[in-house]
């Protein structure tokens, strides 16, 4: 059983940019959350999507973030017109329903140049 | 979700049990102690949770104390490959599906 993906790996933009970082959850696993270190600090929950719906996105940032999971395909957080201040690692989780342990992929790290 | 706190950093001998406390003494009846690792730059990695009782898995023991204000994460035969930064997180079982890192305590095993 594959593990959370996460593509790309690594990703680098020039400011203004837009950023579309993508996670396929495990197999089985209808939920979705979105985290993000930024260098040298601890892990911020963003977002918690289920297919098709936003549950909670009390972290993210009111404006240029927006995330989506839809019936088919992977989850997708989208950053537009990126600044310095979004490079960071971001990581996302997945759970079979809610409350369950959450497993994580193994992050894409976004360079803003 | 109820504050944690946890030292800095340990260092643990190879080959010698790693004790990890945790301190959640505002902990509420309906949280859960989760525990979380993360290896250099790689994704965070459960490790184990429990409630009350204390639970065993392929990985590590938690010992939560009776009145559970603390817990204890137990690797019992550590390697150079736990070296890692280890979460404690009290989180509820509904109704709050994030999970809220703290900072951690950094595990160093020495050779």
């Known amino acids: 059983n594959a593990g959370v993906m996460q593509n790309p790996r690594h990703l680098v933009r020039r400011r203004g940019q837009e950023a579309r970082l993508r996670c396929s959850p495990m197999?089985?696993?209808?939920?979705v959350y979105w985290y993000r270190q930024l260098p040298e600090e601890g892990l911020k929950f963003m977002v918690y999507l289920q297919k098709e719906n936003i549950i909670d996105e009390s972290g993210m940032p009111k404006e240029r973030f927006s995330a989506e999971f839809p019936k088919e395909g992977p989850s997708i957080l989208r950053i537009q017109q990126v600044v310095r201040g979004d490079s960071a690692a971001y990581f996302c989780a997945s759970s079979p329903s809610s409350g369950d342990e959450q497993y994580f992929g193994p992050g894409t790290r976004l360079t803003v140049t | 979700d109820a504050k944690t706190t946890q030292p800095t950093s340990m260092d643990c001998a190879e080959g010698r049990a790693a004790n990890l406390p945790c301190n959640h003494s505002?902990?509420?009846?309906?949280?859960?102690v989760y525990w979380y690792r993360q290896i250099h730059s790689q994704g965070p990695q459960y490790i184990i949770h429990g409630l009350k009782n204390n639970e065993t898995n392929e990985m590590a023991s938690l010992i939560i104390t009776e009145d559970r204000k603390s817990s204890t994460l137990i690797l019992p035969h550590a390697t150079l490959r736990d070296t890692a930064v280890y979460y404690c997180i009290a989180r509820p079982s509904f109704g709050n599906e994030k999970l809220t890192f703290g900072t951690g305590t950094r595990l160093t095993i020495i050779p």
């Open positions: 197999k089985g696993h209808s939920h």
């Open positions: 505002t902990i509420s009846g309906n949280e859960y």
